[in-house]
């Protein structure tokens, strides 16, 4: 179909080298001698377990269940018996292991029993958790669960449903070839995610470098009367990508931030995505295969179906590699990694393996200083400074390669591709992003550290607030009780004194005023707080002595001066006089005259 294309900022047009790859047909590879099956191979959690060693399993069993929405189940790719689950290594440039199922094949094949879903009477729901249980995830490369896509975003209407057939990368042809053979499928596949996103448009893009791919899509469209078109694109690379190829058929910009399409309008799908869906909903059948491309260093390039799990130094011996060939490449050569060991398996995200050499792929001059020309700049998709971010990746100043937007690099090559120094700059790249994410993981494991710190020491502060609290609360009552006590025994011992004083006293002091003993308080006040009824017990102690101490100097008024002399009574009177200085008639008692 012709129609008004956009361009992209950038790329660059390496050697393709797919015509090694795509002059024969499709082969099916044959059983390996035992398959390693990764549990996990998609964004989002690991699917668990749910065979042990010594079982037998069909093929098309399920072996690893989803953990989470975005998740997806893995299956056993023939039947077998599981020889163990353990780690084993997986295909990552970083080399380390991961949880896998090994099956050792009976060589019968035999499928569990299987058939269509009913399409038509399930909801979108239904087909997402449907597709989610046949592990259908992203052919593409990037391995995103496939359900978790097909959910239009509920504040914006969707625009263009594209399917993504451009396959820019070099020497990969697996797409190129499905499409050629099994287009009817995909269609088909496409017009289940049609139903499910209710899109305006459904865009085809395929690379104008596939002439028999476009007109056998173009055929499909016709043939099943399906209104999408299929659109050539300019062979430029990374014409691949999704946000470059959403670029190239809608004119639409996506921000580098931005992860979801769907915010814009626009979803995207892998042309074996939309084949796989289409044989797990007609057929019943899981992703346990896929079309690999096996090419470079060898003596015959092809595409083989491949079960998942094969071990690609068994699927390369297909090709009859040469006697130099010295690595397995994964994926293209502009971002396709060396496997760390030849004997890791397929995966779903496995679309290539080149046979490396060092005269197909010669070592890369050595690096010489950055001359700042600013051709990464230009041949940049995402329009970012990648010399800028070098400098900065280099000195691990990764504050201000953030600033330069380092996580909107997609990694593609292109930078490196046609730096005149030889830079590795996507390596650099790559070395600042994992630092990036190195120091994330560790402040924010630093920050729960402290957040749990802070709770514990809240925690410990309220018990023992809580405990003082109690503590005090059976003091205040103790000591009011002791208070009550004390004030009731020193009421009755000064009523007690009095009594017996009145009784001592002489006739002639009968006329001397008689001090009431204090009233005492009611027991409720000194309830009120054990400070306020121990001030009251003191006081009403203390008023008690002194009125005890009174009657005692009253009563011991001497009564044998009824004949004194003059000279006596002078002196008698000078000793009460000096008596009563030393000792005032006024004392103060906690800030009260008694």
Request: aromatic fraction near 6%; glycine fraction near 6%; include cysteine.
């Amino acid at each position: 179909m012709l129609m008004n294309l956009f361009k992209f900022h950038g790329g660059v047009k390496p050697p393709t080298n797919k015509t090694q790859s795509n002059a024969l047909p499709i082969s099916i590879a044959p059983l390996p001698s035992r398959l390693v099956v990764p549990l996990h191979q998609s964004i989002g959690g690991t699917p668990k377990p749910v065979v042990t060693a010594g079982d037998k399993v069909l093929k098309g069993q399920l072996i690893g269940e989803a953990d989470g929405w975005i998740s997806a189940a893995v299956h056993a790719p023939t039947s077998g018996t599981v020889s163990e689950v353990a780690m084993h290594i997986r295909p990552h440039p970083s080399g380390l292991d991961s949880l896998c199922v090994v099956i050792e094949p009976d060589g019968k094949d035999e499928w569990l029993a299987h058939g269509p879903a009913d399409y038509p009477a399930m909801s979108p729901a239904d087909i997402c958790a449907y597709l989610q249980q046949h592990g259908v995830v992203g052919l593409g490369g990037a391995g995103f669960p496939t359900h978790g896509k097909l959910t239009p975003a509920p504040s914006v209407a969707m625009e263009d449903l594209i399917i993504n057939a451009a396959e820019c990368e070099p020497f990969i042809t697996c797409d190129d070839l499905l499409m050629r053979e099994r287009a009817e499928e995909i269609i088909r596949g496409t017009a289940i995610f049609r139903d499910m996103l209710k899109p305006k448009r459904v865009l085809i893009g395929v690379e104008d470098n596939k002439p028999e791919a476009i007109a056998a899509m173009q055929a499909a469209v016709n043939a099943l009367n399906e209104p999408f078109s299929v659109v050539a694109v300019p062979a430029l690379y990374p014409a691949g990508g999704a946000k470059q190829l959403i670029r190239v058929l809608t004119g639409k910009e996506v921000p580098g931030s931005m992860r979801s399409t769907a915010d814009m309008g626009v979803q995207v799908f892998n042309v074996g995505t939309a084949y796989a869906a289409w044989r797990a909903i007609a057929h019943g059948e899981p992703l346990i295969s896929r079309v690999v491309t096996v090419t470079g260093n060898v003596k015959e390039a092809r595409n083989y179906e491949v079960l998942i799990g094969t071990p690609m130094d068994e699927l390369l011996a297909l090709g009859h590699p040469k006697a130099d060939t010295d690595g397995i490449l994964m994926g293209g050569p502009m971002m396709g990694f060396l496997v760390p060991n030849p004997q890791v398996p397929v995966v779903k995200a496995t679309n290539c393996l080149i046979a490396h050499s060092s005269e197909l792929f010669p070592p890369a001059p050595p690096e010489m200083p950055c001359i700042r020309c600013g051709s990464c700049a230009r041949a940049c998709p995402h329009e970012l400074q990648p010399f800028e971010m070098y400098w900065f990746a280099r000195a691990k100043n990764f504050g201000k390669t953030q600033e330069y937007n380092i996580f909107d690099c997609i990694e593609c090559g292109c930078c490196s591709y046609v730096c005149p120094s030889h830079i590795p700059l996507v390596q650099y790249f790559r070395f600042a992003k994992s630092e990036i994410w190195a120091r994330e993981r560790e402040k924010n494991a630093a920050d729960s550290a402290k957040e749990r710190f802070e709770f514990k020491q809240l925690r410990d502060e309220r018990e023992k607030a809580e405990k003082a609290e109690k503590l005090a609360k059976a003091a205040a009552a103790q000591a009011a009780k002791k208070a009550a006590e004390a004030a009731a025994a020193a009421a009755a011992a000064a009523a007690a004194e009095n009594t017996e004083s009145a009784e001592n006293i002489d006739s002639s002091t009968a006329s001397t005023p008689e001090v009431a003993p204090p009233a005492l308080a009611p027991q409720g006040d000194f309830l009120r707080g054990a400070v306020d009824a121990e001030k009251e017990a003191k006081k009403f102690a203390i008023q008690a002595a002194m009125e005890r101490a009174k009657a005692q100097r009253e009563a011991a008024q001497v009564k044998n001066t009824d004949n004194l002399n003059a000279q006596q009574a002078r002196d008698i009177a000078d000793i009460e006089a000096r008596r009563e200085v030393i000792q005032p008639s006024t004392q103060t008692v906690d800030g009260n005259k008694t």
